[in-house]
């Protein structure tokens, strides 16, 4: 027997489905301009030219500049924090080591695929925009990965500071008090200390090399990373000395 939508469904369905792809649409509009004038001067006005709507008819969508910034913030936050979390997850869980290389290889990969995004997530922040509540989720979504790593090499009782290091003393330990609340755990410091440090050294290497500071320095540039993972990683057994 065939069976038939009430047509209030069907009507409703179909608008559900074209506010979707509009909706798409401006989102992918707004990631293209990215790469042309930049989060700081993204147009909604141009957005709404791209797509073919009046700048009213954008507004129903997204009700501000910084509302249509807020979900390109949240939409590549996602994306790449999905790219990493199926990075480390494709690996042993208790190969501390070749989860950091998996989670900095696809930190690096996507940012090269999406320069112009990655320019956004860990660029010069927009003047003038407060990012709110709802991008704190994805924003973390990386970060919760490299805690992740803490967290279990804390437990494992994995040596994470060389003989010679020094403590990094009580200020430092006070400083570190919301960061093991977002770990939820009581991380020691010298755990805490060498995954900022690795954390720093990948925002850092990958932001120098996609922002050209590597031009004419570095040939090589899969030889140069991998050597920068593998210093940089705070589970080599190395470190212990």
């Known amino acids: 027997m065939t069976t038939t939508s009430a047509p209030g469904t069907a009507s409703t369905s179909a608008r559900a489905l074209a506010r979707d792809h509009l909706t798409r649409a401006i989102l992918a509009s707004a990631r293209a301009q990215l790469g042309t004038v ?11 030219r791209d797509v073919g709507l009046a700048s009213s008819a954008v507004y129903r ?43 900095a290889h696809a930190f690096r990969g996507w940012a090269l695929e999406h320069p112009w995004d990655y320019a956004l997530l860990y ?6 925009y407060e990012a709110p509540a709802q991008t704190v989720g994805p924003a973390t979504r990386v970060t919760r990965v490299l805690m ?33 609340g977002f770990a939820g ?20 290497g990958v932001t120098l090399e996609l922002f050209g500071h590597l031009d004419n320095a570095v040939g090589d540039r899969e030889a140069w990373f991998d050597a920068l993972t593998r210093r940089l990683d705070p589970f080599s057994p190395s470190r212990a000395g």
């Open 38 to 48: 930049g989060p700081a001067a993204l147009s909604v006005r141009a957005v709404a």
């Open 61 to 103: 969508y997204f009700a501000s500049r910084d509302d249509l910034l807020t979900a390109l913030l949240v939409a590549c936050f996602d994306e790449h924090g999905e790219a990493v979390e199926a990075a480390a997850d494709a690996v042993d869980p208790a190969d501390l080591s070749g989860r950091w290389s998996a989670v």
């Open 123 to 128: 660029g010069s922040p927009v003047p003038g």
């Open 148 to 180: 992740g790593l803490l967290v279990d090499a804390a437990a494992a009782g994995v040596p994470l500071a060389r003989p010679d290091e020094p403590a990094p003393g009580p200020a430092f330990h006070a400083a570190m008090t919301g960061l093991r």
């Open 185 to 204: 755990a009581d991380l020691p410091d010298d755990v805490v200390l060498a995954g900022l440090a690795a954390w720093s050294g990948l925002v850092g």
